[in-house]
Structures are given as C-alpha cells and as structure tokens.
C-alpha cells in the first residue's frame, strides 16, 4: 500500500475575507462556510489516509502557535513557521525535503488548506489514484484539476493532452499547458470545449522527483532549503529559517517549476470544490433564504435580496437593499456591492496605509 505524506500551505492572510480574517486569525484558521476551521478540515480532510503524523503545515511564523493549538495531533515540529512569505516554490521546496525525512519513498500530496472539497471519500480515492499513476511514473510530477461548472476568469486552467493511462476506472492525462487566467469569451470558449481544468494549485509528486526539478529549474534555492531540511527538528531550526528563509528568492512553483517540467501528468477531479477566495464564496457555500439571501449569524433582512451578510456578536438589519455583502465584526463593519467583492483587498490597503493597524 502507498505511504503518503500530506504538505498543507498555509500561509497568506486572507485579506479578502476581512473584517472576519485578521493577519493575527487569518481565514485557513476560521470556519468559513464550514463547520471546522478550513485548515482543521484540510487535515482531517485526509485522515485516514494520510495520519496527523505523516501532515506537514507551512504556515506564517506569526500564527504557528494558534496552527499547533488547533491541530493537536500533528507532532509541534511539523507545524513550520515562514518568517517571510516568499510565495509556494519555496514553501512547497522545503515541505518535499521535510517529507523526504519522514518517508523517501512516500508520495507527497501538496494541498492548499483553504480550499472546501466534497465528497472527502472520493477525494482521498483520487490521491490513490495518483499515487497509482505515479508509480508508473515515478519522474513525472502530477497537477490535480478542477473540473469546471462555469466560465470562471479568476482561475488559471489546465489543458488536459492524450490519456496516459487509467487507474481504477479514472482517466490520467499528460498536461498540455498551463493557460493562464482568461476573459470571459476565452472561458467560455474553454468550457464548451471540454478539455480544461482549473489549475487549483494541487500537486503530487515523489519528493525526489521534484527536488530534481528544483535541481534543474530553481538551483538558486536548492543550497538553502537542504540548509534548512537538514537542521529540522534540532534546536537551531527556528533560527536558520529566521535567517536563511527572508532572502530566498519569491518565485511560485507554477512559474518556477510546473510549467518548465517536462512529462507531467494532470489527474481531473469530478468533485464539489471551492478556494474560499472572496465573500462572494459563501453564495456557493450556504443555503439562501427564499429572497436569494446568504446569511451567517443573526440579521433581520426586510426587502432585501441578493445579499451575503455575516454576523459576529450582533445582530445586522438591512432594508430595502439588493445584491450587497455586508459584515459585522465586533471592531469593524463591511459594506460592498456583491460584484466588487475582489475589491475588499483594496480596503484593507486603505486601512493599512491610513495606519490602522488595529483593525487587520
């Protein structure tokens, strides 16, 4: 049987998600739409498949702490803090040399930890899956897909090439390319032509097959992140990432990796998905009300539709409004129409640079 290891990214901030996600409790660390903090169900997400003590968490130096306290089972040193983000290639670089400590010979699984993902049995099958075609092709790296339900401009795709085999009833693909985020006419087209996934930043790979690449695509950060692996889990860990993580180069493992690779595979998932990126999230994450409401927490909605509204120690009532997202916080209230929701990443930047840093 296949020996897993699970690499959960949990960094970044959540900024579209405030006033709710703070960089002190940011959103992997929230119940958005769930019933569990997101990151909490990312790792249960895998059991049984892949133990507690087989997951890696890198995560923001800054909430590692609040990371270990909520998830109790993963042994401390398995929650890594960055003292920098600099962006998934040397995230997810470090994570396969971590996971090349615990198992060599395991296949690693590189999830975001804010993403919802249903049905969970089917999802843990299709890690088998890949696990399965990579044994057949122990160099290639594998992407998951996101099979689309709409012409969505805010995701990269993945353009499926000829079937390379199939492993329990499910087709696995040479990758084409990689096709960056499109208009609307382009995503449309790409819809009606079947053949494209979203790209959501999922990957497996065996840790020696990727350190290749890294070898041959990123050599400038392959010094480093051996420095670092190979100081894990000793007393001058935390304080060799303080000082060799902040200079590595920023790159993201799509531009520095997965789309200069040669033979990777790329594994369609027919699965109920969201990235959780905006408050617009909610809408395909609740139940409306019959009036076409999203609502979270106690409000009193009279000729209101087409609202998201979130409530936290409060009550929100709203009249005669239609197709706004409204939040209360304690601290803070958001107001915006519900097809500017991209947009409150640019509130929190006002904030920021009005010095109110009490607030995010």
């Not at 803090?81 to 040397?90: K, L, N, S, W």
């Not at 382009?186 to 840790?207: Q, V």
């Not at 993580?245 to 998932?269: N, R």
Request: charged content about 20%; overall charge negative.
């Amino acid at each position: 049987m296949t020996q897993f290891v699970g690499l959960l990214m949990a960094g970044g901030t959540g900024t579209r998600f405030w006033p709710d996600s703070r960089r002190a409790r940011p959103k992997q660390l929230l119940p958005i739409g769930t019933e569990l903090p997101l990151l909490e169900a990312a790792s249960k997400r895998l059991q049984p498949l892949i133990p507690p003590e087989r997951q890696l968490v890198v995560t923001s130096a800054a909430i590692a702490p609040a990371v270990r306290a909520l998830l109790p089972a993963l042994p401390p040193e398995h929650v890594v803090g960055e003292p920098a983000g600099r962006d998934t290639a040397p995230c997810i670089g470090l994570a396969a040399l971590l996971a090349a400590r615990i198992d060599p010979d395991a296949v690693a699984v590189a999830l975001p930890s804010d993403h919802v993902i249903a049905p969970e049995d089917a999802f843990r099958e299709h890690l088998e899956v890949a696990a399965e075609a990579l044994a057949e092709h122990p160099e290639s790296l594998l992407v998951f897909g996101i099979e689309p339900d709409r012409a969505a401009t805010g995701y990269g795709y993945l353009r499926r090439g000829e079937a390379v085999g199939s492993f329990r009833g499910k087709s696995v693909y040479a990758l084409d390319a990689f096709v960056e985020k499109p208009d609307l006419p382009r995503a449309e087209d790409m819809l009606a032509e079947g053949g494209h996934s979203w790209n959501a930043g999922m990957f497996a790979f065996r840790p020696a097959a990727l350190l290749a690449a890294y070898a041959e695509h990123l050599p400038e950060l392959v010094d480093d992140l051996q420095r670092l692996a190979a100081a894990w889990r000793g007393p001058d860990f935390e304080a060799l990432m303080d000082e060799v993580f902040p200079t590595l180069p920023k790159v993201s493992i799509d531009y520095g990796i997965m789309e200069k690779v040669q033979g990777t595979l790329m594994l369609p998932l027919p699965l109920s998905w969201d990235d959780v990126g905006t408050w617009g999230s909610l809408a395909r994450l609740l139940q409306p009300d019959s009036d076409g409401n999203y609502i979270r927490g106690d409000a009193q909605l009279l000729g209101v539709s087409g609202c998201i509204v979130s409530a936290t120690d409060g009550v929100v009532a709203i009249k005669g409004v239609d197709d706004l997202i409204v939040v209360h916080t304690p601290d803070a209230t958001l107001v915006c129409r519900r097809d500017d929701d991209q947009g409150v990443k640019q509130i929190v930047e006002a904030l920021a640079a009005r010095g109110m840093l009490r607030y995010l």
